[in-house]
């Protein structure tokens, strides 16, 4: 029996606000060629310099992955040509990254899951190239984009534990917002390692380049079994060769690119114009300090201290602006499933429908509390506080807006004594069915009340104070 194992390149391209060795402009844009600066289409006599915010971020990711960090910081050219490169080498780090022999926990399934981490390097992105019929055009708004890329050990056996890797470190680099992780934009790009072998020692490895999507990382992995697997079961006596592959979306197969026998040279030395860096120890434990709670740590809370199923955690979990929603409203005293209910169901129900983001609403957590607080005391139904979030919701308002005097439940009971009494002497008739055995009248006097108030009365304590005056 061939067991895969599987490793992962992840590549993703940092915040900031401007390149990692350039001003320009670190920014999505449709427009090519507007965030571009002399370093990165190099322009003779212009020297790098790193910006200090990618360095700090590097590093706070180099810690949450539980990394070795060195005490110099540099960095290595890596040279080759490309179209998309435009000084014929990237910066890059390859002697000493960032962090080494790390480790870390990611939820999988119902459990969890030990991922060991070889390296994780900081390095400009290339340029980007466009081909359109038999033409290339480059955008150079990516040239000098600061990318980290995360390798992991040969740790995985399933396509399910890389996606569940891959979708978790995403939302790392959200919630400690290292990186928008879209992948839409091109932010996060897959290199995959695959291997098959029927003992302890691993197989031959195939390499599959610049996977653009989580979907596609785990069609690639299908595939790529697929294909080892029957060369190696085809009786032939075949061998899985060792070499780059790359893979085609429209017959979704991969495909060869070269073999490792001839792969390039990449002639690695210590780029001379960016001084090393000593790392002050006390400036990595300002860092880690400055580490946010992140969404294990969230999901453990979810699941043993607030009871919530792991299908709900999730749900709340996927953008840390809806936890973080969540989490202002228990700290608000907020029921935590009641909290979850309303913004599960409710809010997040008007945001997909609207494709708005919780960010941007003026419904805020305390807004909910005032809602559910009314909810409590009786002055309105459940159905009504929902009408009042949404409209709330629609037209920017405080949900306070559509709680008149007039539209709230009545709850008093000398009122809704008053009311039922009345019904009941205009209705003895029925009364005296009820007594007589026809039990099921009692939603006709139910329907009575709801229909004099308007469908105002309060359920509750009209049941109560029915089933009371019926008794007597």
Known sequence: MYIPTIGIEMHCEMKSFSKVFSKARNTYSEEANIHVAVNDIALPGILPTLNKEVLRKSIMVASILNCEIPEYFFFDRKNYYYPDLPKGYQITQTHSPVGVNGTITIPYQEEELDVLIHDIHLEE????????????????????VP??????????????????????????????DISDADVTKGQIRCDVNISLSDSENLGTRVEVKNVNSISNVAAVIDYEIKRQLDLLESGRGEEIEQESRRWDEESCTTKRMRSKEDAIDYRYFVEPNIPKIK???????EIKKSIPVLPLERLRTYLNDYGLTRVDANTLLKEKAISDYFNQCVTLGIEPKIAMNWITVTIMGFLNKEGKNISNISFLPEDLKYVIDKIKDGSISSKQAKEAVLASLEQNKKPQEFMKEENTQISDEAKLTEIIESILEKNTSQVEAYHSGKTNLFQF???????????????VKTREILEKKLQS
């Open 147 to 176: 990318l980290l890329e995360l390798v992991t050990g040969p740790c995985f056996h399933t396509k399910d534990e890389v996606v569940s890797f891959i979708e978790y470190i995403r939302r790392v680099y959200q919630y400690a």
């Open 445 to 459: 006097f139910v329907g009575q009340v709801m229909k004099e108030t308007k469908g105002l009365a309060n359920p």
């Open 125 to 144: 992105d290339t340029a980007q190239l466009e081909h359109i019929k038999d033409s290339t055009y480059i955008n150079y708004n990516r040239a000098g």
């Open 279 to 285: 790392i002050d120890p006390q400036y990595v434990l």
